[in-house]
Protein backbone atom coordinates (compact mmCIF):
# COMPACT_ATOMS: atom_id res chain seq x y z
CA UNK A 1 0.00 0.00 0.00
CA UNK A 2 0.65 3.59 -0.54
CA UNK A 3 0.94 6.68 1.72
CA UNK A 4 0.92 10.23 0.18
CA UNK A 5 2.03 13.00 2.65
CA UNK A 6 2.17 16.75 1.69
CA UNK A 7 2.86 19.91 3.28
CA UNK A 8 0.96 22.02 -0.18
CA UNK A 9 2.68 25.41 -0.76
CA UNK A 10 4.19 25.79 2.50
CA UNK A 11 6.75 24.77 4.71
CA UNK A 12 5.98 22.54 7.63
CA UNK A 13 9.43 21.51 8.93
CA UNK A 14 7.78 19.35 11.77
CA UNK A 15 5.83 17.26 10.17
CA UNK A 16 8.30 16.11 6.93
CA UNK A 17 10.97 15.58 9.62
CA UNK A 18 8.14 13.32 11.51
CA UNK A 19 7.43 11.18 8.84
CA UNK A 20 11.23 10.36 7.92
CA UNK A 21 11.16 8.86 11.80
CA UNK A 22 11.46 5.62 12.56
CA UNK A 23 8.39 5.53 14.58
CA UNK A 24 6.57 7.25 12.06
CA UNK A 25 7.94 4.84 9.47
CA UNK A 26 7.03 1.90 11.63
CA UNK A 27 4.17 2.61 12.25
CA UNK A 28 3.23 2.78 8.35
CA UNK A 29 5.35 -0.60 7.89
CA UNK A 30 2.88 -2.07 10.87
CA UNK A 31 -0.37 -1.03 9.14
CA UNK A 32 1.07 -2.66 5.79
CA UNK A 33 2.27 0.65 4.18
CA UNK A 34 5.50 -0.31 2.01
CA UNK A 35 5.85 2.67 -0.32
CA UNK A 36 5.56 6.35 1.03
CA UNK A 37 5.74 9.83 -1.37
CA UNK A 38 6.38 12.84 0.48
CA UNK A 39 6.10 16.37 -1.39
CA UNK A 40 8.18 18.64 1.02
CA UNK A 41 7.68 21.54 -0.39
CA UNK A 42 10.58 23.93 1.14
CA UNK A 43 10.59 22.16 4.13
CA UNK A 44 13.73 21.81 6.56
CA UNK A 45 14.55 17.93 7.11
CA UNK A 46 17.38 15.57 6.96
CA UNK A 47 17.55 14.56 3.38
CA UNK A 48 16.91 17.94 1.78
CA UNK A 49 20.29 18.22 0.33
CA UNK A 50 19.13 14.89 -1.65
CA UNK A 51 15.88 15.87 -3.40
CA UNK A 52 17.57 16.22 -7.06
CA UNK A 53 15.16 17.87 -9.70
CA UNK A 54 13.84 13.90 -9.94
CA UNK A 55 13.15 13.65 -6.07
CA UNK A 56 14.92 11.49 -3.64
CA UNK A 57 14.32 7.98 -3.68
CA UNK A 58 15.11 5.72 -0.68
CA UNK A 59 14.74 2.87 1.93
CA UNK A 60 14.43 3.44 5.34
CA UNK A 61 12.68 1.13 7.82
CA UNK A 62 11.45 -1.28 5.63
CA UNK A 63 9.55 1.70 3.37
CA UNK A 64 10.20 2.61 0.39
CA UNK A 65 10.49 6.26 0.36
CA UNK A 66 10.09 8.80 -2.61
CA UNK A 67 10.55 12.26 -1.78
CA UNK A 68 9.80 15.48 -4.52
CA UNK A 69 8.83 19.45 -3.60
CA UNK A 70 6.46 20.31 -6.15
CA UNK A 71 4.42 19.09 -8.83
CA UNK A 72 1.92 21.32 -11.00
CA UNK A 73 -1.37 18.82 -9.41
CA UNK A 74 -1.17 16.47 -6.19
CA UNK A 75 -4.66 14.94 -7.71
CA UNK A 76 -2.60 12.09 -9.72
CA UNK A 77 -0.82 11.25 -6.05
CA UNK A 78 -3.92 11.42 -4.48
CA UNK A 79 -5.49 9.08 -6.65
CA UNK A 80 -2.51 6.47 -6.35
CA UNK A 81 -2.61 6.75 -2.30
CA UNK A 82 -3.95 4.55 0.08
CA UNK A 83 -3.82 7.17 2.76
CA UNK A 84 -3.09 10.61 2.65
CA UNK A 85 -1.08 12.25 5.58
CA UNK A 86 -1.45 16.27 5.12
CA UNK A 87 -0.83 19.72 6.66
CA UNK A 88 -4.52 21.05 7.26
CA UNK A 89 -5.37 23.40 4.30
CA UNK A 90 -9.09 23.81 2.74
CA UNK A 91 -7.86 23.09 -0.37
CA UNK A 92 -5.95 19.71 0.14
CA UNK A 93 -8.67 18.70 2.13
CA UNK A 94 -11.78 19.40 -0.11
CA UNK A 95 -9.70 17.55 -2.88
CA UNK A 96 -8.69 14.56 -1.07
CA UNK A 97 -11.94 14.05 0.97
CA UNK A 98 -14.00 14.44 -2.55
CA UNK A 99 -11.84 11.43 -3.59
CA UNK A 100 -12.99 9.24 -0.05
CA UNK A 101 -9.22 8.49 0.88
CA UNK A 102 -8.58 8.18 4.23
CA UNK A 103 -7.06 11.72 5.27
CA UNK A 104 -5.16 12.41 8.74
CA UNK A 105 -4.52 16.39 9.04
CA UNK A 106 -1.67 17.78 11.00
CA UNK A 107 -2.51 21.23 11.19
CA UNK A 108 0.51 23.56 10.63
CA UNK A 109 0.76 25.87 14.24
CA UNK A 110 2.79 28.55 12.57
CA UNK A 111 0.68 29.83 10.18
CA UNK A 112 -1.82 33.21 10.34
CA UNK A 113 -3.40 32.52 13.76
CA UNK A 114 -3.85 28.96 13.58
CA UNK A 115 -5.93 28.71 11.22
CA UNK A 116 -6.04 25.35 9.96
CA UNK A 117 -7.05 23.98 13.35
CA UNK A 118 -10.26 24.87 13.11
CA UNK A 119 -11.12 23.51 9.93
CA UNK A 120 -9.34 20.29 11.08
CA UNK A 121 -10.54 20.11 14.61
CA UNK A 122 -14.69 20.43 12.92
CA UNK A 123 -14.00 18.10 9.90
CA UNK A 124 -12.72 15.55 12.48
CA UNK A 125 -16.07 15.89 14.47
CA UNK A 126 -18.08 15.40 11.82
CA UNK A 127 -15.85 11.79 11.44
CA UNK A 128 -14.76 12.84 7.99
CA UNK A 129 -10.82 12.66 8.85
CA UNK A 130 -8.66 12.25 11.69
CA UNK A 131 -7.08 14.49 13.22
CA UNK A 132 -3.30 14.94 14.53
CA UNK A 133 -0.71 16.37 15.86
CA UNK A 134 3.35 15.79 15.19
CA UNK A 135 3.22 13.79 18.31
CA UNK A 136 0.65 11.98 17.94
CA UNK A 137 1.09 11.04 14.49
CA UNK A 138 2.56 7.65 15.03
CA UNK A 139 -0.46 6.35 17.33
CA UNK A 140 -3.01 7.91 15.04
CA UNK A 141 -1.56 5.99 11.91
CA UNK A 142 -2.17 2.74 13.90
CA UNK A 143 -5.57 3.66 15.41
CA UNK A 144 -6.77 4.46 11.54
CA UNK A 145 -10.07 2.26 11.07
CA UNK A 146 -10.87 4.14 7.47
CA UNK A 147 -14.29 2.29 8.11
CA UNK A 148 -15.25 4.17 10.51
CA UNK A 149 -14.52 7.46 8.43
CA UNK A 150 -17.80 9.35 7.38
CA UNK A 151 -18.26 9.77 3.74
CA UNK A 152 -17.77 13.50 2.48
CA UNK A 153 -20.82 14.88 0.33
CA UNK A 154 -20.55 15.46 -3.14
CA UNK A 155 -20.22 18.86 -4.36
CA UNK A 156 -23.43 20.38 -5.29
CA UNK A 157 -23.34 23.56 -7.51
CA UNK A 158 -26.87 24.32 -6.88
CA UNK A 159 -26.59 24.93 -3.31
CA UNK A 160 -24.50 27.97 -3.55
CA UNK A 161 -26.81 28.94 -6.63
CA UNK A 162 -30.28 29.04 -4.45
CA UNK A 163 -28.42 30.97 -2.13
CA UNK A 164 -27.68 33.50 -4.19
CA UNK A 165 -31.04 33.79 -6.00
CA UNK A 166 -32.53 33.93 -2.13
CA UNK A 167 -30.08 36.90 -1.41
CA UNK A 168 -31.61 38.29 -4.48
CA UNK A 169 -35.25 37.87 -4.11
CA UNK A 170 -35.42 35.65 -7.53
CA UNK A 171 -37.33 32.73 -5.44
Same mark, same amino acid.
Given at each position: ???? *??? !??? +???? @?? #???????? @????? &????? +???? #?? !? &???????? +????? !? $?? $? &?????? *???????? %?? #??????AD @?? *? %???? %??? *????LRMDKPLIVIPNPTLLDNHQQELAEALGELGHLKVATIETLSQT????DSSSLVKFPPFDGSRFRDLIDKEMGFI
Open positions: MLAF *ITV !GST +RFDA @LV #QTVFSSTV @LSSLS &NKGYA +RLVV #QC !G &NSEFPYKD +RVAVD !G $LH $L &NKDGVQ *IECWKFKP %SL #QTEYAK @LV *I %SHAG %SGT *IVDVILDL
